[in-house]
């Protein structure tokens, strides 16, 4: 299974959950089943329908939170003054639309893992964040860079980023499970203080393009304070 | 002092002086109240705003329609006393207005809740939504779809818990699992219920520990966070889902049973039909 169109196609499975989406007449009979239970069963009258990758920022319930986390798989210690780029894959959730050109009209919307939530920062003065653990899985994810600077003066060490649900684009490519998230610039300039930068990916030809700001990108980069610790633990 | 009489002792130039002290007091009661109405929007919600201004307008009219009376000569201390008087029992009367009013100005300034916070009233037994704040009682839209009207004095001196100032809030259940019973796996099993649900949030962790040995059986402490807004929902999901996975994974969980013991071996008879 790739993303793309779903219909005339036998059942897909993707991880536990498995979709059926039968032409009969002009009308498709779409159906979602995790682990043989029946999730979301509907009649739809459209040509087609197709599966796309789809921000990570709705999940489990539209409007509880603002932000995503990432928790690396690995610690990170970055010197005083250097920088560190890397790629990391995260899970993205996955969307089901009729019109490939206007990706937020979701028919269903759907995770393969259990979509989870988490307070970064103590309860009294944190954020509620959508935590995305970093995986290696090809299928429903994307790729996210990272630049990492250490601004500060001394040593840091920390395994978690925070940035805004708004700013989160993804390019992917029809007929394969490629794709690619935006571009994280950090700079850490205190024991508990960052400025996070997040820019849409420049996505190659032939990828579509899909964000959580339902498609305004944003001319300029989103920055964000975390300020609630970056740190290890934070 | 009959009313010719009266009529006959206004002098025009009293008459002048009395009328330009009311237009004096009331440009100034116009003038103050408005200034002082407009600071204390910026401040306060209209509930506090407007009664504010209403006192400091009516009282400084008050104090000119006084002056303007003094200027006849028309003394005003029987009506003070007599006034007094009827302070003193209206006084008596409205202690308890005024002591909503004076506790709704507390609680503006303090703050333990605002409108469209979930609270609870701990030993009135009400707990909903806040739909409405006055100046003498507040509007509390309980969970049983009741509206409760609540004096200011009950809220300003009941301990308030205000559900909703954090964002997320924990869901705590006590599950007992038999003394037979592998206590790890129990706690495996509770552990993957909690991950399996999204509204239990990552961090803070869930805790999953014994809490006492029962009498019946081990007694398990369960912690998780969910979100403030979906905290029921989590927490009355989950606990169904913990009673179901600790049944398919044979985990017994008891009821209280008691062994009784015998002094003397008990005799039985048997009856020949």
Not at chain 1, 3 to 22: C, D, E, F, P, R
Not at chain 1, 119 to 138: F, M
Not at chain 2, 1 to 17: A, C, F, H, Q, Y
Not at chain 2, 156 to 171: C, M, P
Request: with cysteine; charged share 20%; glycine share 8%.
């Amino acid at each position: 299974m790739v993303y793309g169109s779903l219909v005339n196609k036998n059942q897909v499975a993707i991880g536990n959950v498995k979709i059926t989406a039968k032409a009969s007449g002009d009308v498709i009979h779409y159906k979602r089943v995790r682990n043989d239970k029946l999730e979301k069963e509907m009649l739809i009258k459209a040509p087609n329908l197709f599966l796309v990758p789809y921000p990570p920022t709705i999940l489990p319930e539209k409007g509880l939170y603002n932000h995503l986390m990432i928790e690396l798989d690995k610690e990170l210690a970055i010197y005083a003054g250097l920088e560190v780029n890397l790629k990391i894959r995260i899970p993205v959730d996955l969307a089901i639309i009729a019109d490939i050109r206007n990706p937020h009209n979701t028919i269903d919307l759907f995770s393969i893992d259990v979509p989870k939530m988490a307070v970064y920062g103590k309860v009294q003065e944190g954020l509620l964040v959508r935590y995305l653990r970093t995986t290696g899985r090809e299928e429903a994810s994307t790729t996210i860079s990272l630049f990492i600077k250490n601004c500060w003066k001394r040593a840091v060490t920390f395994s978690r980023i925070v940035f805004a649900s708004e700013a989160f684009f993804i390019c992917f490519r029809e007929g394969s499970w490629m794709s690619m998230g935006p571009t994280v610039k950090i700079c850490i300039k205190g024991e508990r203080n960052a400025t996070v930068e997040v820019l849409p990916p420049q996505c190659p030809e032939g990828y579509l393009l899909i964000s959580s700001s339902e498609g305004k990108v944003r001319s300029e980069p989103y920055r964000f304070e975390m300020i609630n610790g970056f740190s290890k633990g934070g | 002092m009959n009313l010719e009489s009266m009529i006959g002792t206004i002098r025009p130039v009293k008459l002048v002086i009395s009328i330009s002290l009311i237009v004096i007091f009331y440009l100034i009661a116009r003038f103050f109240g408005r200034v002082l109405y407009n600071e204390l929007r910026k401040r306060t919600p209209e509930n506090v705003a407007k009664p504010l201004y209403n006192t400091i307008y009516y009282t400084i009219i008050s104090i000119g329609i006084i002056a303007a009376l003094e200027t006849y000569g028309i003394n005003l201390s029987s009506l003070l006393v007599a006034g007094g008087f009827a302070g003193i029992i209206v006084g008596f009367a409205s202690q308890q207005v005024f002591s909503n009013v004076l506790s709704g100005f507390f609680l503006y300034v303090e703050r333990p809740f605002s409108v469209g916070d979930p609270i609870e009233i701990e030993g009135a037994g009400i707990s909903g939504v806040v739909s409405d704040i006055t100046m003498l009682s507040t509007r509390i839209l309980g969970w049983d779809g009741v509206t409760y009207r609540v004096p200011n004095g009950t809220l300003f001196g009941s301990n308030i818990k205000n559900l909703s100032s954090l964002v997320a809030r924990r869901v705590e259940y006590l599950v007992s699992i038999g003394y037979g019973d592998d206590i790890e796996k129990a706690k495996e099993v509770i552990r993957n219920v909690i991950e399996e649900e999204p509204l239990a949030l990552v961090y803070p962790s869930p805790e999953v520990f014994v809490e006492e040995l029962g009498d019946s059986g081990v007694i398990l402490k369960v912690r998780f966070w969910a979100p403030t807004s979906k905290w029921f929902e989590a927490k009355k999901k989950v606990l169904e889902r913990i009673k179901v996975a600790l049944d398919e994974a044979g985990i017994e969980i008891p009821f209280p049973q008691t062994t009784v013991w015998f002094r003397t071996p008990l005799r039985c008879l048997k009856e020949n039909h």
